[in-house]
């Protein structure tokens, strides 16, 4: 089974300020791919950041970076100079291993992030 | 580049009436998933496809859910009949192949209120 903890259901912070969303999952793959997802309040879900299981280096996208831990199973999401557009709904997702052709994208409840102006 | 295409946007039945949800992929994209997505929570997998073969349907509520793909396109979702517990909002996506087939891109979903 593979389950996914985001234990921070709502954050709000100020405009340019950095926040650290968490997010916990327990799987018995070795190689895998972990997500993070933005979903603002259009509903358009959209891909912010991708890291591979086997990589030890953080994924990095402009403000966005990751703080993965593998032995833990803790794949957090920073965002840097927070600004207003960042307002959404944030999903983490690990994928089991694609090797066994498997690509069921199993998501957390979610964080709602407010940026305040 | 044209992202995912959902309609309709919403969509508001009667318990006990069908209902039909339509996705168009990415061009080219051969993998299509359907999720339920419940206020306030994840989307959940109902079923996915890869060209027109379902390859995942373990989620789908089979008694009323069915979902087609006939010529590895575009796709529907239907519910026949509907309940109350139905309302949510169902999101289409899409992966493309090759080194960024576990990257889904998503539609914007369809909203279902079922009266």
């Known amino acids: 089974a593979q389950t996914v903890t985001q234990s921070q259901p709502e954050m709000s912070v100020q405009e340019a300020e950095t926040v650290t969303l968490s997010c916990t999952y327990d799987?018995?793959?070795?190689?895998?791919?972990l997500f993070w997802y933005k979903q603002p309040p259009s509903r358009q879900m959209i891909l912010v950041i991708r890291?591979?299981?086997?990589?030890?280096q953080n994924a990095t996208e402009n403000r966005f970076s990751v703080n993965f831990q593998k032995a833990a199973k803790s794949f957090s999401l920073k965002i840097s100079d927070s600004q207003l557009g960042d307002t959404a709904m944030y999903f983490c997702?690990?994928?089991?291993?694609?090797?066994?052709?498997?690509?069921?994208?199993?998501f957390g409840q979610g964080t709602r992030l407010t940026i305040n102006p | 580049e044209a992202g995912v295409v959902q309609s309709p946007r919403y969509k508001i039945i009667e318990k006990k009436q069908p209902v039909a949800f339509w996705c168009n992929p990415i061009?080219?994209?051969?993998?299509l998933y359907w999720y339920l997505q419940n206020l306030g929570q994840g989307p959940e997998l109902l079923i996915r496809?890869?060209?027109?073969?379902?390859?995942?349907d373990s989620q789908l509520p089979k008694d009323r859910f069915s979902a087609e793909r006939l010529k590895g396109v575009d796709s529907t979702l239907k519910i026949q009949p509907a309940e109350l517990g139905d309302s949510a909002v169902y999101l289409c996506a899409s992966s493309p192949g090759g080194a960024n087939k576990n990257i889904q891109y998503f539609g914007a979903g369809t909203r279902l209120s079922v009266l």
């Open positions: 496809y890869e060209n027109e073969e379902a390859v995942d």
């Open positions: 997702a690990p994928e089991p291993s694609i090797i066994q052709g498997a690509q069921k994208l199993v």
């Open positions: 061009s080219g994209h051969n993998t």
């Open positions: 799987t018995s793959e070795n190689n895998y791919y």
């Open positions: 890291q591979e299981a086997y990589k030890q």
